[in-house]
Each structure stands twice: as structure tokens, then as C-alpha cells.
């Protein structure tokens, strides 16, 4: 059985017996996931580089899910023209990758004659921008397709476009198929220091220096999320080319029981602050609310845990909106940092330092929307740097679609428990998991090695319990497929073992 860890060990050398990439990710969060995958169709040696134990943990984990229509950024930015080539990618992407997507559509609500303009004006900035399908209506009408919104609603601006995904399960699939397709990916692994060639020498690399070894690479690609800043420190003698400030987003999730609760995305009328709290439908049926925006101090950029206040101030916003909202029936709350940069546009260009080190940071909202056309941008970028491109003759798209026992046909259901079994076993009740399911994504090629890498790939512990029942039969499953003790079993990150003898030691 596998075992969980990974070691990185020499395939192609230089001179000097490094592992040597055409193009090495650092960061396997939503933009370094697409970006691995198309570089996969290539026959270019491409290796991802995480700092954490498993995939998209940072701002990819834990976001608002929308695929936005496009109507907000600023005309003529990066922003603006990203969102919406990114957009119009997503549902091909779905099928290709085998990922939920939903299209439900938004409204974003005006509650003042100020907001009314602000409308007015989203819908100007939407058209300049290239967005189809915006159109303004009454509050009427608006309530007529959503009548929980509230009767202070003057007007909206409907979006046909916005969508939803669970942003993990991209993050995850891009990288199951890039890794099918020869990218090596690195977990646990983070980059302490870079040694960059001399400008011009077509055969020098960078020397990065990892905590599990020595890597070297053609072309590094800063997809460091929060911490992108400090990364490109490490290549221009400590001092950061640009700063990344981060910011908190506090959420809570509504059971299923509120789902009728909002059909579409509904926003608020944005601020100088971002787009406000918004009432999310999500692709599983339960209702998000969230989030707030907390500026936090660099030392502070992994600090997730909610606060009283923050959720607070969520509540409170959100009821603006839609009045009745029934928190009563929250499940889970969470937070998610995201990167905001002090420049106001994403930063994706070459470093100042080296041509051949590339940014992509400052990825804030819409980032996820925009991440298909960043992933292309990076993709061209990268072809300037690399003088020898082929593509892959064996490439193949997409990956195993993944079996979702409580969404099939009973006779479909009943012909997988013939072939196996373990398909009968329900681990968790809450989401109609099975075990076969729970064995499928651990031994995939980018496999859950967590309770929470379970979580996110296939749903036990995401329903009305949270995992109060099926958590310690996900830990067993866990110990007996990867062949370690339950003792070594992590939540989430390295030393969040679920098993523990008296006095804390471990059994």
C-alpha cells in the first residue's frame, strides 16, 4: 500500500545531479492546478511544488465558489479581460475534468438611488467588458424569480452567466489529470531559498532549495498564493518586487433543510471593500453566507479561525438582503485568507530580477473565475522562456470520472455493488457516502491522505453531522488503505493526529 509520503528523486540530471524541470509550480492552489494541467499536454518536464500535505489548502480552499460574470473589474485590466475568458471556459472544462458546475445565475441588489447608479454603472462597466446576459429589473420582478429577497429591493442586475463549482474539486482534478500525464507533484515541500542563473545563458536553471531536497528548473512560475511575496524575496537578495496583504473572509454554511432559501447568487451593491456578504447557493443544495473583510498583518497570513465579530457583522449584512435568513440551521462556519496585492491589478509578468521567473500573484477575487485564462497567459509567458516546444503525442484529457453512488439510477447503483461491494457500505448517511468511494479517491494519483482531503473529494463529514458519525470509520479506512497506524492519521496538516493515548501520547 501506499504510503502517504513522497521524496523527490532524481529522473533527468545536469551536471551537478539536480533534478532538473523545464518548468517547476510553486503553489498547487486553483492557477497552479490549470497551469499544470496545460503544460501536461506538453512534452515539457513540469513538477509542482506545495508547501502543504495536500492540495489547494490556502485561498482555493476556502472562497465563495462563484464563477463570476465578469460585470465588476475595472475595464481594461488584467482583471477584467481574465474573468471573462475564464468564465466562458468553466463549463467545457466540467466535462472535460469531470468536476460539479452549476450555473444559477446572480442578482446583485440596490437597496438606495445610490446603489440604483452603482447598477447602472455595473451594467455600463459589464458591457465594455464583453459580458452577455446582464439585464436590469425591478424589485418586482426580482422578487418574482426570488421572493425571499427583501421588499426594500429598488432594482438588480441580473447576471444569466454566474455560476458555482466547489473550487477544491477544480483544484483537485486539474492536477489528477496533470499528474496522469507525467507531473510530478511535490507535497510538504517548501521552497527555503533560490539560486537564479545568469541571465542569458540559455542552459542555466534555478536552484531551488526545498525542504525535502534540491530542485532545478528552466522557468519557476510564483503561484505562492499569500505568500507570493515573500517567495519573490527569495529570488531578488530579500527584498519582496511586491507586497501581498492578506485578508480574512468569515462564511457560514446552512444546511440543506434552507436550500429553497435563494435559487441564484445574491449580491449586494459592491464597496470600495469588495463585493460584500452574499447568500450563495451551493452545488451540494446548502446555503453559504459570507464573508467579511479583515485586513490582517503578514504574521497573521494563516490565521483561518472565525471569530464572533467577523460572523457577527456577516449576519447582520446578509439580512439586509434576504431578510429570515435561518441561521438556526448552520452546520459549519469557516475563513478563508485571501492575497490581496497593493497593486490593483493581478500581477502576472516576468520578475524583474530574471526573465525566467514568473509571477502570478495577487490573485484575489475574481481569481477563480479568471484562473482557465490565467493558466493560458502563464502558458505564453512560459513559451517565450523555452526554446523546444512539442506537445504530447499520448496526451490524455481529462480524468476517471469518480462514482457518486447517492446521484445514480438504482439499477446503475445496484450493478456497482455487484462488482463491488464495498459500494453497500455507507460510511456516512448524511451524504450517501460509500466506502468504495472513500477507497476510489485515497488511490487516486493526487489521493486524500487526510480526513479532511476525504472531505473535500468525496463529501463524508460535509452533511448535518459534520462528521460526528463517520469520521472514526473514515480514520480506519484511511489507516488500513495507506498501510499506517491510525495514530498517524492527520486531520489535516502534518501533527494533527485523530489518536492519541492518555496523557497525550500516541497509542
Same mark, same amino acid.
Given at each position: 500500500?501506499?504510503?502517504?509520503?513522497?521524496?523527490?528523486?532524481?529522473?533527468?540530471?545536469?551536471?551537478?545531479?539536480?533534478?532538473?524541470?523545464?518548468?517547476?509550480?510553486?503553489?498547487?492552489?486553483?492557477?497552479?492546478?490549470?497551469?499544470?494541467?496545460?503544460?501536461?499536454?506538453?512534452?515539457?518536464?513540469?513538477?509542482?511544488?506545495?508547501?502543504?500535505?495536500?492540495?489547494?489548502?490556502?485561498?482555493?480552499?476556502?472562497?465563495?465558489?462563484?464563477?463570476?460574470?465578469?460585470?465588476?473589474?475595472?475595464?481594461?485590466?488584467?482583471?477584467?479581460?481574465?474573468?471573462?475568458?475564464?468564465?466562458?471556459?468553466?463549463?467545457?472544462?466540467?466535462?472535460?475534468?469531470?468536476?460539479?458546475?452549476?450555473?444559477?445565475?446572480?442578482?446583485?441588489?440596490?437597496?438606495?438611488?445610490?446603489?440604483?447608479?452603482?447598477?447602472?454603472?455595473?451594467?455600463?462597466?459589464?458591457?465594455?467588458?464583453?459580458?452577455?446576459?446582464?439585464?436590469?429589473?425591478?424589485?418586482?420582478?426580482?422578487?418574482?424569480?426570488?421572493?425571499?429577497?427583501?421588499?426594500?429591493?429598488?432594482?438588480?442586475?441580473?447576471?444569466?452567466?454566474?455560476?458555482?463549482?466547489?473550487?477544491?474539486?477544480?483544484?483537485?482534478?486539474?492536477?489528477?489529470?496533470?499528474?496522469?500525464?507525467?507531473?510530478?507533484?511535490?507535497?510538504?515541500?517548501?521552497?527555503?531559498?533560490?539560486?537564479?542563473?545568469?541571465?542569458?545563458?540559455?542552459?542555466?536553471?534555478?536552484?531551488?532549495?526545498?525542504?525535502?531536497?534540491?530542485?532545478?528548473?528552466?522557468?519557476?512560475?510564483?503561484?505562492?498564493?499569500?505568500?507570493?511575496?515573500?517567495?519573490?524575496?527569495?529570488?531578488?537578495?530579500?527584498?519582496?518586487?511586491?507586497?501581498?496583504?492578506?485578508?480574512?473572509?468569515?462564511?457560514?454554511?446552512?444546511?440543506?433543510?434552507?436550500?429553497?432559501?435563494?435559487?441564484?447568487?445574491?449580491?449586494?451593491?459592491?464597496?470600495?471593500?469588495?463585493?460584500?456578504?452574499?447568500?450563495?447557493?451551493?452545488?451540494?443544495?446548502?446555503?453559504?453566507?459570507?464573508?467579511?473583510?479583515?485586513?490582517?498583518?503578514?504574521?497573521?497570513?494563516?490565521?483561518?479561525?472565525?471569530?464572533?465579530?467577523?460572523?457577527?457583522?456577516?449576519?447582520?449584512?446578509?439580512?439586509?438582503?434576504?431578510?429570515?435568513?435561518?441561521?438556526?440551521?448552520?452546520?459549519?462556519?469557516?475563513?478563508?485568507?485571501?492575497?490581496?496585492?497593493?497593486?490593483?491589478?493581478?500581477?502576472?509578468?516576468?520578475?524583474?530580477?530574471?526573465? &525566467?521567473?514568473?509571477?502570478?500573484? +495577487?490573485?484575489?477575487?475574481? /481569481?477563480?473565475?479568471? !484562473? @482557465?485564462? *490565467?493558466?493560458?497567459? %502563464?502558458?505564453?509567458?512560459?513559451?517565450?522562456?523555452?526554446?523546444?516546444?512539442?506537445?504530447?503525442?499520448?496526451?490524455?484529457?481529462?480524468?476517471?470520472?469518480?462514482?457518486?453512488?447517492?446521484?445514480?439510477?438504482?439499477?446503475?447503483?445496484?450493478?456497482?455493488?455487484?462488482?463491488?461491494?464495498?459500494?453497500?457500505?455507507?460510511?456516512?448517511?448524511?451524504?450517501?457516502?460509500?466506502?468504495?468511494?472513500?477507497?476510489?479517491?485515497?488511490?487516486?494519483?493526487?489521493?486524500?491522505?487526510?480526513?479532511?482531503?476525504?472531505? &473535500?473529494?468525496?463529501?463524508?463529514? +460535509?452533511?448535518?453531522?459534520? /462528521?460526528?458519525?463517520? !469520521? @472514526?470509520? *473514515?480514520?480506519?479506512? %484511511?489507516?488500513?488503505?495507506?498501510?499506517?497506524?491510525?495514530?498517524?492519521?492527520?486531520?489535516?496538516?502534518?501533527?494533527?493526529?485523530?489518536?492519541?493515548?492518555?496523557?497525550?501520547?500516541?497509542?
Amino acid at each position: 500500500m501506499n504510503s502517504g509520503k513522497r521524496s523527490i528523486k532524481p529522473e533527468t540530471t545536469d551536471n551537478s545531479g539536480d533534478t532538473l524541470y523545464d518548468v517547476v509550480i510553486v503553489g498547487a492552489g486553483i492557477v497552479g492546478a490549470f497551469l499544470a494541467y496545460e503544460l501536461s499536454k506538453t512534452c515539457w518536464k513540469v513538477a509542482v511544488v506545495e508547501k502543504e500535505p495536500d492540495v489547494a489548502l490556502g485561498a482555493t480552499k476556502a472562497n465563495s465558489g462563484i464563477i463570476h460574470a465578469g460585470y465588476d473589474p475595472e475595464p481594461g485590466t488584467l482583471k477584467a479581460r481574465l474573468n471573462v475568458e475564464g468564465s466562458r471556459l468553466y463549463e467545457g472544462l466540467s466535462r472535460e475534468l469531470s468536476f460539479g458546475y452549476k450555473k444559477t445565475g446572480s442578482f446583485v441588489v440596490a437597496l438606495t438611488e445610490e446603489e440604483e447608479h452603482a447598477l447602472t454603472g455595473l451594467m455600463e462597466r459589464g458591457h465594455k467588458n464583453g459580458v452577455e446576459g446582464i439585464e436590469l429589473l425591478s424589485g418586482a420582478e426580482a422578487r418574482s424569480l426570488e421572493p425571499s429577497l427583501t421588499k426594500k429591493a429598488l432594482s438588480v442586475l441580473m447576471a444569466k452567466s454566474t455560476a458555482v463549482v466547489d473550487p477544491w474539486e477544480v483544484a483537485i482534478a486539474a492536477l489528477e489529470s496533470a499528474v496522469d500525464n507525467g507531473v510530478r507533484l511535490w507535497l510538504n515541500t517548501c521552497v527555503t531559498g533560490v539560486s537564479s542563473p545568469v541571465p542569458g545563458s540559455p542552459e542555466a536553471h534555478f536552484e531551488l532549495e526545498t525542504t525535502q531536497g534540491r530542485l532545478a528548473a528552466k522557468v519557476v512560475v510564483n503561484a505562492a498564493g499569500v505568500h507570493a511575496g515573500e517567495l519573490s524575496a527569495l529570488l531578488s537578495g530579500g527584498k519582496a518586487e511586491f507586497e501581498i496583504i492578506p485578508r480574512r473572509g468569515q462564511y457560514f454554511v446552512l444546511d440543506k433543510a434552507a436550500g429553497p432559501l435563494v435559487k441564484r447568487v445574491i449580491y449586494p451593491a459592491p464597496s470600495t471593500m469588495g463585493k460584500g456578504v452574499l447568500v450563495i447557493p451551493t452545488l451540494h443544495g446548502n446555503i453559504m453566507v459570507g464573508p467579511d473583510n479583515e485586513t490582517l498583518t503578514a504574521e497573521e497570513a494563516e490565521s483561518v479561525q472565525t471569530t464572533a465579530g467577523g460572523l457577527a457583522y456577516v449576519r447582520d449584512r446578509a439580512e439586509l438582503i434576504i431578510p429570515g435568513i435561518p441561521f438556526h440551521l448552520g452546520i459549519a462556519n469557516f475563513s478563508g485568507i485571501r492575497a490581496e496585492p497593493t497593486e490593483k491589478d493581478f500581477i502576472i509578468r516576468a520578475s524583474e530580477s530574471h526573465p &525566467r521567473w514568473i509571477h502570478a500573484a +495577487g490573485i484575489k477575487s475574481p /481569481g477563480l473565475s479568471a !484562473a @482557465p485564462a *490565467i493558466a493560458d497567459r %502563464l502558458f505564453s509567458l512560459i513559451r517565450e522562456c523555452l526554446s523546444l516546444y512539442s506537445l504530447k503525442p499520448d496526451f490524455r484529457p481529462g480524468r476517471r470520472p469518480r462514482p457518486v453512488l447517492s446521484e445514480l439510477p438504482p439499477e446503475r447503483r445496484r450493478q456497482l455493488i455487484a462488482e463491488n461491494p464495498m459500494f453497500s457500505h455507507i460510511v456516512c448517511r448524511c451524504e450517501m457516502v460509500s466506502e468504495a468511494e472513500v477507497v476510489d479517491c485515497i488511490h487516486r494519483s493526487v489521493g486524500a491522505r487526510t480526513l479532511n482531503g476525504v472531505k &473535500r473529494r468525496v463529501r463524508p463529514g +460535509g452533511g448535518r453531522c459534520q /462528521g460526528g458519525f463517520c !469520521a @472514526p470509520r *473514515i480514520l480506519e479506512i %484511511l489507516s488500513r488503505e495507506l498501510g499506517i497506524p491510525e495514530t498517524e492519521v492527520c486531520l489535516e496538516h502534518l501533527g494533527s493526529k485523530m489518536v492519541f493515548r492518555k496523557g497525550g501520547t500516541s497509542l
